[in-house]
């Protein structure tokens, strides 16, 4: 049985990840992260997931290794809802993809296992607030934006009435 829940990116977004990481976050420029499409509509306490990054674990290292060559795979997963990520200008994408790294860590003590998750300072966080000052509301906009995409596209697929 296929697993059509998950697709990976393409070049270009892989890079536009990379260069929002190296302009924000150049203390993670040793993060190997693979960056894959949710191709289905995700939820959490009501609201959409437009992304969502992941630290993986010992067997999702083991079964990515390959694709480094290297004693380790991916250290994080960054999930990008493709249905929206395609409607959003290029300035919101970069809001959602920092908004994500922002939950990475770095601990430059810690030789073993540098990286952690962190949740938010307040509802976002607060590097992110100064960041967003011109459209504090980004989030709600793009939200909306993406509830009603959702709508449309739910009454596109519904096809005719029945008799």
């Given at each position: 049985?296929?697993?059509?829940?998950?697709?990976?990116?393409?070049?270009?977004?892989?890079?536009?990840?990379?260069?929002?990481?190296?302009?924000?976050?150049?203390?993670?420029?040793?993060?190997?992260?693979?960056?894959?499409?949710?191709?289905?509509?995700?939820?959490n306490?009501?609201?959409?997931?437009?992304?969502?990054?992941?630290?993986?674990?010992?067997?999702?290292?083991?079964?990515?290794?390959s694709?480094?060559?290297?004693?380790d795979?991916?250290?994080?997963?960054?999930?990008?809802?493709?249905?929206?990520?395609?409607?959003?200008?290029?300035?919101?994408?970069?809001?959602?993809?920092?908004?994500?790294?922002?939950?990475?860590?770095?601990?430059?003590?810690?030789?073993?296992?540098?990286?952690?998750?962190?949740?938010?300072?307040?509802?976002?966080?607060?590097?992110?607030?100064?960041?967003?000052?011109?459209?504090?509301?980004?989030?709600?906009?793009?939200?909306?934006?993406?509830m009603a995409?959702?709508?449309?596209?739910?009454?596109?697929?519904?096809?005719?009435?029945?008799?």
């Amino acid at each position: 049985m296929a697993n059509n829940r998950y697709e990976d990116v393409p070049e270009e977004i892989l890079s536009f990840v990379d260069t929002v990481r190296n302009k924000y976050f150049p203390e993670l420029s040793g993060l190997k992260i693979n960056v894959l499409y949710d191709l289905k509509k995700r939820t959490n306490k009501g609201k959409l997931v437009l992304g969502n990054i992941k630290k993986t674990d010992d067997l999702i290292r083991h079964h990515t290794k390959s694709e480094f060559g290297l004693q380790d795979g991916y250290d994080f997963i960054l999930f990008l809802d493709k249905f929206i990520f395609n409607h959003i200008d290029d300035n919101d994408k970069v809001r959602l993809i920092r908004h994500q790294f922002r939950h990475v860590f770095y601990d430059s003590e810690n030789d073993k296992d540098p990286y952690r998750l962190v949740g938010h300072d307040v509802e976002d966080f607060f590097e992110e607030l100064q960041l967003n000052k011109d459209d504090m509301r980004w989030a709600e906009r793009v939200m909306e934006v993406a509830m009603a995409l959702y709508e449309e596209d739910k009454e596109n697929t519904k096809g005719p009435a029945p008799f």
